[in-house]
């Protein structure tokens, strides 16, 4: 079977797709900056997204590359990290997969990512996309909505979110992502494509109300983010088309019903 790189290996994307590719059979590179770090059933290198030698080492001979960044915010991101980090490290795999002839790169991008928004954190990943467009890389953009996992916490009362209450936006679960990506590995028909990837459509108070908590809007002081948060517009995920790529993409009924049983187990 074909070799696989899956950089973040050891994070939420990036785990799962490594996961599930292991699952289908391929043969699995997991990039870690932690030289003790193991990924299930992966052969772990480690490499530095700042170290185009390691990257080049790392891609060669692969056949795919499944690239993610940590997002700004992550708590586990290396010291210094920012949106600037995240364009170059973003770029640099691009640069390696395309130096290594790989044949599908997949990006974990995000649904705002079109464009330019003016919000460093949206736009860091449409730089990335610009730059692996301009280097002709064969390459697949995934495009998933807020993800579920973020959303619940065992014991939460009140979910806060800057939407009114009453807009619909879309959710998926981070393992469906990693499931999805490793079906778009194996489809060559998707190479030049960008797909947005959800598993279900509600509002703020429906999945508040899912949860049995209270939902409080909160305003935020960034302009350029309300703006954004404001006009929603980005592209809608076709569900019941990830549905036949992936027939266990989770609503997020089932999203909780999973969690909750395994807290009780």
């Given amino acids: 079977m074909k070799t696989i790189v899956v950089t973040g290996a050891t994070g939420k994307q990036g785990g799962a797709t490594a996961r599930h590719l292991v699952a289908r059979g391929w043969q699995v590179r997991a990039l870690t900056r932690n030289p003790s770090a193991q990924v299930t059933g992966a052969e772990t290198v480690v490499a ?3 170290d185009p030698g390691s990257l080049d080492r790392a891609m ?3 056949y795919g590359v499944f690239s993610v960044q940590p997002a700004p915010h992550d708590p586990r991101a290396p010291q210094g990290y920012d949106t600037s980090v995240e364009t170059r490290w973003g ?5 390696a997969a395309s130096r290594a002839g790989v044949e599908h790169l997949v990006y974990a991008s995000l649904m705002a990512s079109t464009s330019q928004t003016g919000v460093p954190s949206f736009d860091s990943k449409w730089e990335v996309e610009e730059h692996i467009r301009s280097l002709g890389q064969p390459s697949t953009v995934l495009r998933p909505g807020t993800f579920m996992d973020g959303l619940h916490s065992p014991g939460m009362t009140k979910l806060t979110h800057l939407l009114d209450p009453d807009t619909r936006y879309q959710l998926i679960a981070v393992d469906d992502i990693g499931a999805i990506a490793a079906s778009v590995f194996a489809s060559p028909d998707l190479v030049g494509t960008s797909l947005a990837l959800a598993g279900d459509e509600l509002t703020p ?3 508040a109300a899912a949860m049995g908590v209270e939902y409080e ?3 935020v002081d960034d302009p350029a983010l309300a703006k954004v948060f404001a006009h ?3 592209p809608r995920a076709d569900i019941a088309l990830l549905r036949r790529i992936h027939p266990g993409l989770l609503t997020f009924a ?3 019903s999973g969690v909750r049983g395994s807290f009780e187990s």
């Fill in 48 to 50: 530095d997204l700042d």
């Fill in 217 to 219: 809007q909160f305003q």
């Fill in 60 to 62: 060669a001979g692969a």
């Fill in 232 to 234: 929603r517009e980005e």
């Fill in 254 to 256: 089932a999203f909780l």
């Fill in 91 to 95: 770029k640099n795999v691009a640069d």
């Fill in 205 to 207: 108070r429906e999945i």
